[in-house]
C-alpha cells in the first residue's frame, strides 16, 4: 500500500517524492508539505509557497501506459484539480494549456510533473507536483503575480483545508489514471476541452525556434497537444512553454 508522507517543509515536494521514486516508492504514494523553501514552477519558474497557506503535495504515479503518453499524464493531473476545485468552490474553474487552473481569469493553482527514467532497480516514474493557493490573500503574492494570481479564499471566502482538498485531488488522480489505463485517453481529452479557456482566443506563444507567435487558439487535438493558426493562416503545434492570452476574438 502507497503511504502518504507529510512534513513540515522541504525544498520542493516534487524533489522530495522523486527521491522516495527512486527508492522504490509505490503507486499512490504521496508527499505534502506545509512550506516549501525552493517550491519549483514550470520552465524554471518558482512556486511562491506560504506557509500553511496552501496545498503542496506531489503524487507518486507509475503508470500502466506506453512511456511516450507520459506527457499527457499532465492533463489528466489538471482536469483532476478543477474538477476537484470546482465541486467544492462551486465556481467555474477553467484550464490554460497545458496544465494551468484558473478561476475568474486569474491562476489558483499550477501543475508541475515530472518523469524519471527506471535506474534498473526500479520502473519508470511520474511525480506530479501540485500546488494550490488556498487562504493566501493580495499582499501574499509578489507584485508581480498580484494581478494574474488569485486563491480559493480571495475568490470564495472560505478557508479550505488542504488536507481535505489533498485526499479528494488523490482520490480522483488515482481512479483517473486506472481509466486511462484501461480507456486510454479520450474521455479525459473531453473533459479538458470543456475547459480550455485558451480556445477561440489569441494567444501568444513562444515557438521551438525561440519565436514569438501570434495566433488563434483552436485547442487540443487527440494527442494532447495544443494547435494554433497564426495571423497568415499557418497551423502551428504548441510543443510546450508558455502561451498567453492576449484579447478575446
Ligand atoms: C506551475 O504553475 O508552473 C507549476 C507549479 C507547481 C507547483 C507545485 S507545489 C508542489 C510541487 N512542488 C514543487 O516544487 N512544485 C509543485
Not at 24 to 37: D, P, S, Y
Not at 193 to 207: F, I, T, Y
Request: charge should be negative.
Amino acid at each position: 500500500m502507497y503511504e502518504i508522507i507529510q512534513v513540515v517543509e522541504t525544498d520542493s515536494t516534487n524533489t522530495l517524492a522523486k527521491q522516495y521514486g527512486f527508492q522504490g516508492a509505490l503507486h499512490g504514494t504521496a508527499v505534502i508539505a506545509q512550506n516549501q523553501t525552493s517550491g519549483r514552477g514550470r520552465l524554471g519558474k518558482t512556486w511562491q509557497s506560504v506557509e500553511g497557506k496552501g496545498l503542496y503535495c506531489s503524487v507518486v504515479l507509475r503508470p500502466q501506459i506506453e512511456r511516450d503518453d507520459f506527457a499527457k499524464i499532465t492533463l489528466v493531473a489538471g482536469l483532476v484539480v478543477a474538477e476537484v476545485i470546482e465541486k467544492m468552490t462551486d465556481l467555474p474553474v477553467l484550464l490554460k494549456w497545458p496544465n494551468d487552473i484558473y478561476i475568474n481569469s486569474k491562476k489558483c493553482a499550477g501543475i508541475l510533473c515530472e518523469a524519471s527514467m527506471g535506474n534498473g532497480l526500479v520502473g519508470d516514474f511520474i511525480v506530479v507536483g501540485i500546488g494550490v493557493n488556498l487562504t493566501l490573500t493580495p499582499s501574499d503574492f509578489g507584485i508581480e503575480l498580484r494581478n494574474s494570481s488569485t486563491s480559493l479564499l480571495i475568490e470564495k471566502s472560505v478557508n479550505y483545508s488542504a488536507i481535505e482538498i489533498f485526499e479528494k485531488i488523490h482520490t480522483l488522480l488515482l481512479r483517473q489514471i486506472a481509466e486511462v489505463e484501461t480507456f486510454g485517453f479520450p474521455h479525459i481529452f473531453q473533459g479538458w476541452r470543456e475547459r480550455d479557456m485558451l480556445v477561440g482566443k489569441v494567444a501568444r506563444w513562444v515557438s521551438v525556434d525561440g519565436r514569438e507567435v501570434e495566433g488563434q487558439a483552436l485547442g487540443i487535438n487527440d494527442e494532447g497537444m495544443l494547435f494554433v493558426r497564426d495571423t497568415y493562416g499557418k497551423l502551428h503545434e504548441v510543443l510546450s512553454g508558455d502561451v498567453q492570452l492576449i484579447e478575446t476574438l
